[in-house]
């Protein structure tokens, strides 16, 4: 068992990985604003997978940064604090499987994951932190990319960055809203097993490596997908963001499925 250190600074400092992510969003986000060479699509696709691939790291780093302040300081000697993706335990289920289900139904599943030693931390409320400190990240990051929404700046931004922000918005609140259901195997589930009965978490322990892949067929059944959907166009629109922005964004983000100018709306997973 790797021994209880203190960080060192090195385990603190973003590494390259993540650093080059952000100038990539950064970039592409300039493409999009700008229209560079009047490749819009590309740079949305550019901006939206780099800013998504960000957030799942932010996702970890809250997991990890909580579990450090919860007691279990090994999370710094695993590199869990550098932002690195790489650094997560599967790098299929870390960026590969949530890149590809953005590609393939335009929803922002649940990613990477960190190894936390529950058994350093203490107190229930504080592994229920440490399960909960991912999706609020999500929740934090979503209500950022709105601000132009509901601060009443929207108008002033060109229309492809625009959707191609609503779009990335949609990914965070479906990733907060799936991450927090109490199925085993997703954070939401962690928050609440502390304050389980040891015979229901025995029950529940099996189920745990296919939480993932039962929402995911789940939202395949056109009652249950149409559900979701529902619920997070309210809650986007709560923050002012309106369904035919997400779609124009999403149609942007698929550059080759065809011209997001010509008024075809994509169909997602679920509607």
């Given at each position: ?177 799936l991450n927090l259901l109490p199925v085993p195997g997703l954070d939401g589930y962690g928050v609440i097993e502390p304050w389980l009965s040891p015979s229901a978490r025995r029950q529940a322990e099996p189920f745990a490596p296919f939480g993932l892949l039962i929402v995911f067929a789940c939202l395949w059944i056109p009652g249950i997908g149409a559900v979701f959907w529902d619920v997070v166009d309210a809650v986007l629109g709560m923050l002012g963001v309106g369904q ?28």
């Amino acid at each position: 068992m790797t021994s209880a250190v203190a960080p060192k600074r090195e385990h603190r400092r973003p590494s390259p990985v993540f650093l080059g992510l952000v100038a990539v969003l950064a970039v592409s986000g300039w493409a999009v604003w700008t229209d560079f060479a009047r490749a819009t699509g590309v740079a949305v696709f550019l901006f939206v997978v780099s800013g998504w691939i960000v957030s799942l790291c932010l996702h970890e780093y809250a997991h990890a940064r909580t579990a450090l302040h919860g007691g279990d300081h090994t999370v710094a000697a695993k590199g869990y604090l550098t932002l690195n993706p790489l650094r997560y335990t599967h790098a299929l289920l870390s960026i590969v499987l949530p890149v590809l289900f953005v590609i393939l139904g335009g929803i922002g599943l649940p990613g990477g994951a960190v190894f936390v030693e529950r058994d350093r931390i203490r107190g229930r409320l504080r592994h229920s932190l440490v399960s909960a400190a991912g999706p609020l990240t999500n929740v934090v990051f979503a209500l950022a990319l709105t601000a132009p929404w509901w601060l009443g700046t929207v108008d002033t931004m060109p229309a492809p960055f625009r959707f191609a922000l609503a779009f990335l918005a949609l990914l965070q609140v479906t990733a907060a809203i799936l991450n927090l259901l109490p199925v085993p195997g997703l954070d939401g589930y962690g928050v609440i097993e502390p304050w389980l009965s040891p015979s229901a978490r025995r029950q529940a322990e099996p189920f745990a490596p296919f939480g993932l892949l039962i929402v995911f067929a789940c939202l395949w059944i056109p009652g249950i997908g149409a559900v979701f959907w529902d619920v997070v166009d309210a809650v986007l629109g709560m923050l002012g963001v309106g369904q035919g922005e997400t779609y124009y964004g999403l149609e942007y983000f698929r550059f080759w499925d065809g011209d997001p100018q010509a008024g075809l709306v994509p169909v997602t997973l679920g509607r």
